[in-house]
C-alpha cells in the first residue's frame, strides 16, 4: 500500500552529498542515530513543558524533518561506508520508538485531543515497528510496509502540530485525524505480518 517511505530513496539521493561530507569528517552512524534521539527528546520535553505553546507546535515539522533526514543519513554511513554494527541496529530500532514517544506522547496533554487516541496511536506505532523487526526474526525482511509507517506518523503529527500552532484547537478535527491514524495503524501491523509470511512462501 503506498506511504511515504517510499520516497525514501528519492530522499537518500539529495543527502548523499552531505552523507559523503561526514562520513570523511569521521562521523559515525550511531552518532547521527544518538543525535536524531537527542533532538526527539529535546523537543518532546519542549512539548511536555509547554502544553499548546505556539512555538514548540510549530518547530515539530521542522524537527521531524530534520530527524527523518538524519534517520536516512544513519542508514547511509552504515551501508555505503561500511558502518554497519550489532550496536547500530539496535540504536536504530530502539531510536525511532523512543523519539515517537517522545515526540508524540506530548499531545495527550492538549485540552482538545483525545489522549486516547493518542496513547493508542504510540502503542500501535511500537507494535507496528516490533512487527517489522519480526520479520528478520523468522528469517524474512525487515518489513515497512505501509500505509502507516514512520513517515507517515511524522506527517500526521507534523501537521496537527503545525494547524495547532497556528491555534486551530477543533476537537472534531483532532478526533477524526488520529482515529483515522489508529485504523491505518492497525492495517500496517497486519501488512507487516502478512508480507512477512508471504516472504517466507515464496523463499
Known sequence: MPTIYQLKSRFQDLLRP??????????????VTLAALVLSLI?????WLAPGAALPLLLLPLILFIRMGLNAIDGM??????????LGAVLNELGDVLSDAALYLPFAALPFVS?????????LAIIGEMTGVIGVQIGASRR??????KSDRAALFGLCG????LGLTSVLL?????????????????????N??????TQ
Open 18 to 31: 552531505i552523507c559523503k561530507k561526514l562520513a570523511a569528517n569521521g562521523v559515525t552512524a550511531n552518532q
Open 43 to 47: 523537543e518532546g520535553f519542549a512539548l
Open 77 to 86: 554511513l552504515a551501508r555505503e561506508h561500511d558502518q554497519k554494527s550489532n
Open 115 to 123: 489522549g486516547e487516541l493518542v496513547v493508542g496511536l504510540v502503542v
Open 144 to 149: 515497512y510496509d505501509g500505509p502507516f509507517g
Open 162 to 165: 503545525f494547524l495547532m500552532g
Open 174 to 194: 483532532y478526533k477524526i485525524l488520529f482515529a483515522v491514524g489508529l485504523v491505518l495503524s492497525g492495517v500496517t501491523i497486519f501488512n507487516r505480518a502478512r
Open 196 to 201: 512477512a509470511l508471504k516472504e517466507l512462501d
